[in-house]
């Protein structure tokens, strides 16, 4: 019997399947969710698929023949943008419990007197401030108060708090206060979900820490409860496969991870998105891609230039996370936003969402709000008898009476009027999130082609590319489904975060070995079925410097950085070789790997199971200061796989190795910067602003990575 993968992405108003088997294309099928209980969608949706194949098949005997289901799910994302996560509480160090409203003291909208500060996720009287310090080297200046620990756990079990999020100062120094505070509330309160900050983020900046770990313990508990049911529902089908949750870094991982660490799939459901769109892309010869994914209660926007960009830190609904996750940007505007009048009379489209129960008014399941699926209907973009395939007929009377009751007349505007006002603020919603990927990063939207996923997104896809003159949108067959196509081409993947502070010249060897060791280890650690075996880490050596971050998981990954030299060590067997700073390699591929270097030029390697050799990474001033001005300036870098770099000079040292002519250096290093203002202007005409690259040829834009004669930059 022929074995498949299943991939499955739950949405607020939809649950989408792809079913992949060897010599057959793509099966694709929706269904609407259930918000009460999503796992119910999702067991309807298998059983619909297993009676729609040729012969029809019963759901035992259909799951007998899937193998691998890869889930991914926006029931965190959802929770976090319309504010229906746990009840929580915080325990914090005395005199720091603000943190979490006082953020870090930036005003998003400067000049918006009317801006107001982001609902905190814990409020004020369920966040507690105990006595007990940990100074920034890890010793500690005052015990913890445990007694002050018990008496919270009595007050907040008694208020009928679901979560407790528990981050001390300098706790990534030193985790005792937080380990002891930790297993005191496991001990007398262990039906309470419990988010540890060491155990979520161990990462130095206290707000981003804080943060993260109120967001992990806010959507907690609603995750956990949707996989404990989605596990119990496919264990009763007789499912003996593997079941992997997508996470926001475009891995997976097994549902046990997940649930103890909820917050790595708050972006879970359109992580599938970017890979699927760079996929399409590159069928047409382009490697980059703008990729949307419009869902019933969200819309996402990402961009992927030879692969998915990958952040180490961002916002959900004004919300601060720092884990790895995919660049992808989310707004409130899907199918099911809302529309409605401010108190202005301006016409507003969302966040708020009808989701799928009771969803829009054209479903006719109760829902008397418009939303942007009746403007869609109004408009004669959707076929009201041939809705999901057939399986839903749409209401357009119901649709016309909710525009016509609260947009239409209320705006003195016919309902067709006022259904295409609705359908263009929406789309100028959508194409503000394209911008926030692209123009604010430094990318020019017109050179990426647009490839739109989610049911309603090709309706919306050319009018976008219409505000952002975009020439090119490829809508794929599967559109409708692009992120659970997207997840069958996944990987398992864990990251693991360690802060360690030294002065360049004076590393602790031995102690920064232990922590790429400790993380090495923590790998054997993660709860569910392992996939591949790990493999222990070489030891981090390095005569010069040693760039500021390394990481340790299914690949593990050393970065070098030094001005003029760089020691690349092979995972196994063969001897270390030195290449010099200003030598160039011959080829490239598409960037996988990332480095942070702190000056000049970064080799770096990646260490992954099963292969032999090293792949380098290779970037010039990527977040660093210029030596000539001190002005921070910003260089893609690219992986060039088996790259063939020239030996370096005998020795392999500063003193070996000369500085280049001037008459040697290219093109774009002869512009002058300082950071006072005088000498030649930049590229940009402003006067001050650094804009060293090196490269074999002109720059076509700043997203590009390859120079006019391919060169890597």
């Known amino acids: 019997m022929k074995t498949g993968k299943l991939g499955i992405d739950v949405g607020g108003t939809f649950t989408d399947f792809v079913l992949a088997r060897a010599g057959e294309p793509p099966h694709i099928h929706k269904t609407l969710s259930t918000p009460a209980d999503p796992s119910i969608a999702v067991i309807d949706g298998l059983t619909q698929i297993a009676a729609a194949l040729e012969p029809p098949l019963a759901l035992r005997d259909f799951l007998a023949t899937i193998d691998t289901i890869v889930h991914g799910t926006t029931v965190a994302t959802n929770a976090t943008l319309t504010s229906t996560g746990a009840s929580c509480a915080l325990l914090t160090t005395a005199g720091l419990r603000d943190a979490l409203e006082m953020r870090r003291g930036i005003r998003e909208e400067q000049y918006n007197n009317r801006y107001t500060n982001v609902k905190p996720l814990v409020p004020r009287a369920r966040r507690l401030g105990i006595g007990g310090r940990i100074d920034r080297d890890g010793h500690e200046i005052e015990p913890l108060d445990l007694a002050a620990v018990r008496a919270a756990i009595d007050d907040w079990r008694a208020q009928g708090v679901q979560a407790v999020a528990v981050c001390f100062m300098n706790s990534f120094a030193d985790p005792r206060h937080e380990q002891a505070a930790a297993a005191l509330v496991r001990e007398q309160w262990p039906q309470v979900y419990l988010s540890v900050s060491t155990e979520v983020l161990p990462s130095i900046r206290f707000y ?301 060897w031995p102690r920064l070995n232990a922590l790429v060791a400790a993380m090495a280890a923590q790998r054997t650690a993660i709860p569910g079925r392992w996939i591949s075996r790990p493999t222990a880490s070489p030891p981090l050596t390095n005569s010069r410097r040693w760039a500021s971050k390394a990481c340790s998981g299914a690949a593990v990954r050393c970065c070098w950085t030094c001005w003029w030299t760089a020691t690349l060590h092979p995972p196994s067997g063969s001897a270390s070789k030195t290449w010099s700073r200003g030598e160039r390699p011959v080829s490239n591929s598409s960037a996988n790997a990332h480095a942070i270097p702190l000056s000049g030029r970064t080799l770096a390697t990646t260490h992954e199971p099963g292969r032999s050799g090293c792949r380098v990474v290779s970037a010039d001033y990527h977040e660093i200061a210029c030596r000539k001005c001190r002005v921070r300036c910003r260089a893609d870098e690219r992986e060039l796989d088996g790259a063939r770099l020239a030996p370096a000079p005998p020795g392999g040292s500063r003193a070996a190795s000369p500085r280049r002519p001037r008459a040697a250096r290219s093109a774009p290093t002869a512009r002058r910067c300082r950071a006072r203002g005088g000498g030649p202007r930049s590229a940009r005409g402003r006067p001050g602003r650094c804009l060293h690259r090196r490269s074999t040829g002109p720059q076509k834009s700043r997203g590009d990575a390859t120079g006019a004669s391919g060169s890597p930059i």
Not at 422 to 443: D, L, S
């Open 208 to 508: 981003d820490r804080v943060s993260t770990t109120a967001l992990n313990a806010y959507v907690g508990p609603k995750l956990g409860h949707y996989l404990d049911r989605l596990v119990a529902r496919l264990d009763d089908a007789a499912f003996g496969g593997l079941l992997l949750i997508m996470q926001s870094n475009g891995g997976v991982i097994t549902p046990q991870a997940a649930r103890d660490k909820a917050a790595l799939t708050l972006l879970s459901g359109p992580a599938g998105g970017p890979g699927a769109g760079l996929f399409c892309a590159q069928a047409l010869g382009a490697d980059r891609c703008i990729t949307t994914d419009m869902g019933g209660t969200s819309f996402e926007a990402s961009i992927a230039v030879g692969a998915p960009l990958l952040k180490n830190d961002g916002e959900i609904a004004r919300h601060r996370i720092a884990l790895p996750m995919l660049d992808i940007h989310t707004i409130g505007a899907g199918g099911g936003s809302i529309g409605w009048l401010d108190e202005g009379g301006l016409l507003r489209m969302g966040p708020q969402s009808a989701g799928a129960d009771p969803g829009p008014a054209c479903y006719g399941r109760g829902g008397r709000r418009p939303t942007t699926t009746d403007a869609n209907l109004v408009l004669g973009y959707l076929d009201a008898a041939f809705f999901a395939g057939g399986r839903m007929t749409l209401d357009v009377e119901a649709a016309r009476r909710a525009i016509d009751e609260h947009i239409a007349r209320p705006m003195g505007l016919t309902i067709e009027q006022a259904a295409a006002g609705m359908y263009r603020v929406a789309c100028n919603n959508m194409a503000q999130g394209v911008r926030e990927v692209t123009i604010k990063r430094g990318f020019d939207p017109r050179e990426f082609p647009l490839i739109p996923g989610g049911g309603a997104g090709p309706i919306h896809g050319c009018l976008i590319c219409s505000e952002l003159e975009i020439p090119l949108q490829v809508v794929p067959r599967e559109a409708s489904v692009l992120c659970a196509f997207g997840m069958l081409m996944c990987e398992l993947r864990h990251d693991f975060v360690r802060t360690f502070v030294a002065r360049l010249p004076e590393i602790d």
